[in-house]
């Protein structure tokens, strides 16, 4: 089934404990990306990467860290969480816009920071 | 920048009802657009993807609609269900100033289908 897989679904840490929010994708797709839904604000892009070794900043890059060793695998690291990353994160992944790829979304990990 | 806009942020209609839900989006430079569902809680479910050179696409009781030129879509929905009720997003994918891609969203719309 093809599918985009985050681990954990949910999360409860302390303010300053490093945390990784694994993402992985079996569609091969090219593009893969992270984002944050919060109450009010909706849905806003974190990080984007284009390809292996090939990341860009979103709307809401602070506090985050990406990597894309791997096609498959676009992890979220937080180095240094605080309460205000305390939200919904989905990975999402797809072919180019120019192949006329839609989204496909994982379950949502949802992350308390306290 | 895009901006995407949904209206109304809340619906609800009786069980049998047809109902529309509506989009814009201020900047007609996309590439496609998106409606996803959205449980509470949930994760985000594709219903349907328009291509910016289509008109519409349809999908069992679902059709959506996009007038790129006006910045406009709509999903209606055909003969809802109680099983319908849920936040609909819509989603127009675009090229970003530094060459990167992404999904600017609408807040969505809660739909409530009453039995």
């Known amino acids: 089934e093809a599918q985009v897989t985050q681990n954990p679904r949910y999360l409860i840490t302390v303010t300053g404990k490093k945390l990784t929010v694994t993402c992985s994708q079996n569609?091969?797709?090219?593009?893969m990306s992270w984002y944050r839904q919060d109450p009010g604000l909706g849905l806003r892009q974190i990080y984007y990467?284009?390809?292996?070794?090939?990341?860009d900043k979103g709307d809401v890059p602070e506090g985050y860290k990406v990597s894309r060793k791997e096609k498959r695998n676009f992890p979220l690291i937080l180095e240094s969480p605080s309460p205000n990353q305390t939200s919904l994160y989905f990975c999402?992944?797809?072919?180019?816009?120019?192949?006329?790829?839609?989204?496909?979304f994982g379950s949502g990990t949802r992350l308390t920071v306290v | 920048k895009q901006e995407v806009t949904q209206i109304p942020a809340a619906l609800s209609v009786p069980e049998g009802e047809n109902l529309v839900l509506n989009c814009s989006f201020t900047?007609?430079?996309?590439?496609?657009l998106q409606w996803f569902r959205q449980d509470p809680g949930k994760g985000l479910t594709s219903l349907l993807l328009?291509?910016?050179?289509?008109r519409e696409q349809t999908s069992g009781r679902l059709n959506a609609s996009l007038d790129k030129s006006s910045g406009r879509s709509t999903l209606y929905i055909a003969a809802s269900q109680p099983g319908d009720s849920a936040t609909y997003l819509c989603?127009?994918?675009?090229?970003?100033?530094?060459?990167?891609?992404?999904?600017?969203f609408g807040k969505g719309t809660k739909l409530t289908v009453n039995p």
């Open positions: 990467s284009m390809n292996v070794e090939v990341t």
């Open positions: 900047d007609s430079a996309i590439y496609n």
């Open positions: 989603a127009v994918r675009l090229v970003t100033q530094g060459g990167s891609e992404k999904l600017v």
């Open positions: 999402a992944s797809s072919e180019p816009g120019q192949t006329f790829g839609g989204y496909t």
């Open positions: 328009i291509q910016s050179s289509q």
């Open positions: 569609m091969n797709h090219e593009y």
